[in-house]
Nanobody
């Protein structure tokens, strides 16, 4: 049974930092690309960042590029999202997602490509 559990959310002032973690179980983690999505109140869920199964490639939403860093530890079955210079518009529920891929599969931003999801962790950035 696939399980993804996020942690690390909270309340932070604008300009601050948070590190989100996602622990995976029930999968051969190294065969999965991992992504972070977020959903703000009243808005649709959107792509934030993704990392390839090896960790060698990553992709970011333009508005977070340069502020957020996605990484993974395949030995620990963990994926991380380091968020710096946070802005109020970064507020939302952040969820990690897993997508089974082969080595040549490009990173996807499409929600429908990700079959496994965590419950999410709340990030609130105050102005």
């Amino acid at each position: 049974q696939v399980q993804l559990v996020e942690s690390g959310g909270g309340l932070v002032q604008a300009g601050g930092s948070l590190r989100l973690s996602c622990a995976a179980s029930g999968i051969t983690f190294s065969r999965y690309a991992m992504a972070w999505f977020r959903q703000a109140p009243g808005k649709e869920r959107e792509f934030v960042a993704a990392v390839s199964r090896s960790g060698s490639s990553s992709d970011y939403l333009d508005s977070v590029n340069g502020r957020f860093t996605v990484s993974r530890d395949n030995a620990k079955k963990m994926v991380y999202l380091q968020m710096t210079s946070l802005k109020p518009e970064d507020t939302g529920v952040y969820s990690c997602a897993a997508r089974h891929t082969i080595l040549t599969t490009p990173i996807s931003r499409d929600i429908s490509d990700y079959a496994n999801w965590g419950q999410g962790t709340q990030v609130t950035v105050s102005s």
